[in-house]
């Protein structure tokens, strides 16, 4: 009987953890954001997030976007084919692209690359008292270091989503084109004359999600690390594992925001 | 007959106490700082020292007691109000606390910018002057944090802490991973520049060196009390037990025997 209490217990006390958990991540964001309606604003601060994650992250979310779009032409020319439904070829890449694998993709690849460097980058600032610093000379840490993190993140993954949709488009259309050999012009005109605003509005928005949330755990873990260089690496691995599952259980909610019926 | 009127302390400390979790770190601080001396508060490691910094700079939050700046009680102000107060305050921290993404110009500069003390444009020139008074060239301003020794990231802290002019200073280990004549000219630099602003002066040592090149007083700290004080000179022969086991690194003694248990 003790031993069931025990584990009543011990879920009760995970439960009201991540409860928890889940109500300061959400009070540093507001925070965060609030810091919007006052100023001074880092505009400087803002330009550098802005940059880390819309133009320095081009490389690795371009080669990842164009990849996934041949092979989702090859898979889906492969798998359409049982149903003589090889046609749906430029359909079905452009919706998958725009409405889920562009910003969910985009989104993992930001989280392993700008979240990490975001958490690992406060993280050694509180460890070395530089946070602290920041306080003593009259400036607020979470405008200062949060703010202008949160509003590149917001801002500028739409912008890497739309470079992603493209290449994720061009990588679909060079491989049915090339290899399938289906004719160039066709493939381009069903692109085209398929996708529609919504798709790309929708997965816009969820860029936009994606890129605060990367940007939230970012620096929810790193400002509130703890414990030197362990602390930093425990922040950074947190920072990219919540990002990452955040993304995932959000692709589902917005996706049933917009789409379900 | 005196009738010069009583001289209303600088900061004036009663009763503060700060504990974490179970451990009491802070038990009844009582404390007075007299305006333009300098006060040095010594104790061995994890004794409170820095804790009680960081409660006076408003970095923590005591759990019970008082904090006056000039007679009036800065943990009843309004928080812009005791931003305010705390804004007079300069710190020195342990590891300098180097802002490591700004070059050293933008460091020293950087109170000044965010207190609006100095116009951007006059920033450079007015933190070079700051850098020559604590004898590091002009073209220090241009290099980064990492690019410097740790005498001269302790002297560009120092610019850092005296930039704004304060009418308080605080040192936290100013001599800590120096050599003795680094520290010893640290020391001096930190005893001209409390002389030539004026200002009261407040700083936590285990090093007894810097103790009595720093302080017009001493206080020691032990079990989270103050439990000695005078002056610095009386120092090496106080007369307690505690402070004499420590001034003197003796083995045995009653800090020992705490530990011992």
């Known amino acids: 009987m003790s031993k069931l209490l025990d584990a009543v217990a011990a879920v009760g006390r995970a439960v009201f953890g991540a409860c928890r958990l889940t109500g300061r991540i959400a009070l540093f964001g507001l925070d965060g954001l609030s810091h919007l309606a006052r100023p ?67 989104g993992l690849m930001v989280a392993g690359r700008v979240g990490a460097a975001m958490a690992a980058e406060l993280g050694t600032m509180r460890v070395t008292d530089q946070i602290d610093a ?22 500028a993954m739409p912008l890497l989503v739309v470079v992603a949709d493209v290449l994720g488009v061009l990588g679909g259309y060079v491989i049915a084109s090339v290899k399938l050999g289906y004719n160039a012009e066709v493939y381009l ?70 789409f379900a019926r | 007959m005196n009738d010069a009127p009583p001289v209303v302390p600088k900061i004036r400390i009663r009763g503060l106490c700060k504990a974490f979790g179970d451990k009491v770190v ?85 109170g000044l910018l965010a207190q609006h003390k100095v116009a951007k444009g006059e920033a450079r020139g007015r933190a070079e002057e700051v850098l020559a008074q604590v004898g590091l060239g002009p073209s220090v301003g241009a290099l980064w944090p990492a690019e410097l020794s740790g005498g001269m990231q302790k002297r560009v802290a120092l ?13 936290d280990e100013p001599t800590t991973g120096l050599d003795p004549i680094m520290g010893a000219v640290i020391d001096n630099l930190i005893v001209d520049c409390v002389k030539r602003l004026g200002s009261t002066a407040v700083a936590i040592t285990h090093d007894m060196a810097s103790a009595r090149r720093i302080g017009d007083r001493v206080a020691m700290i032990n079990k989270g009390r103050i439990v000695w004080e005078g002056s610095a000179t009386a ?16 083995h045995q003694g009653p800090i020992q025997m705490e530990l011992r248990r």
């Open chain 2, 159 to 171: 610019a850092r802490a005296i930039a704004a002019q304060p009418d308080i200073l605080f040192f």
């Open chain 1, 40 to 106: 001074p604003l880092y505009g400087r601060l803002f330009l550098r997030a802005f940059l880390d994650i819309g133009y320095y992250s081009l490389p690795v979310v371009a080669l990842t976007a164009i990849f996934t779009g041949m092979v989702l032409a090859l898979q889906s020319a492969t798998g359409l084919s049982r149903f003589n439904a090889e046609s749906a070829v430029a359909n079905l890449v452009v919706l998958s692209m725009t409405r889920e694998l562009g910003p969910v993709l985009a």
């Open chain 2, 235 to 250: 120092l090496m022969d106080s007369g307690n037990e505690v402070v004499d086991q420590f001034t003197h690194g003796r």
């Open chain 1, 134 to 155: 920041l306080q003593t000379l009259s400036t607020n840490p979470m405008k200062y270091l949060v703010t202008p993190r949160l509003l590149g993140g917001l801002l």
């Open chain 2, 26 to 110: 802070l038990d009844g601080i009582d404390l007075d700082v007299t305006p333009r001396t300098s006060m040095v508060v010594i104790g061995g490691s994890g004794t409170g020292k820095s804790v009680l910094l960081k409660c006076v700079l408003g970095l923590l939050e005591p759990d019970a007691g008082s904090i006056e700046i000039d007679g009036r009680d800065v943990l009843r102000m309004e928080r812009a109000e005791a931003e305010a107060v705390r804004a007079r305050i300069g710190m020195l921290f342990q590891n300098g606390a180097l802002f490591d993404s700004l070059p050293v110009w933008e460091n020293v500069a950087f």
């Open chain 1, 189 to 258: 005109t069903n692109t085209i004359n398929f996708v529609q605003t919504d798709d790309v509005v929708s997965g816009l928005v969820k860029a936009a999600v994606f890129g605060f949330l990367v940007a939230l755990m970012g620096c929810y873990h790193g400002y509130n690390s703890r414990g030197g260089a362990q602390g930093v690496g425990a922040a950074t691995t947190y920072a990219v594992v919540s990002a990452s599952v955040l993304i995932l259980a959000f692709d589902y909610v917005l996706t049933e925001l917009f």
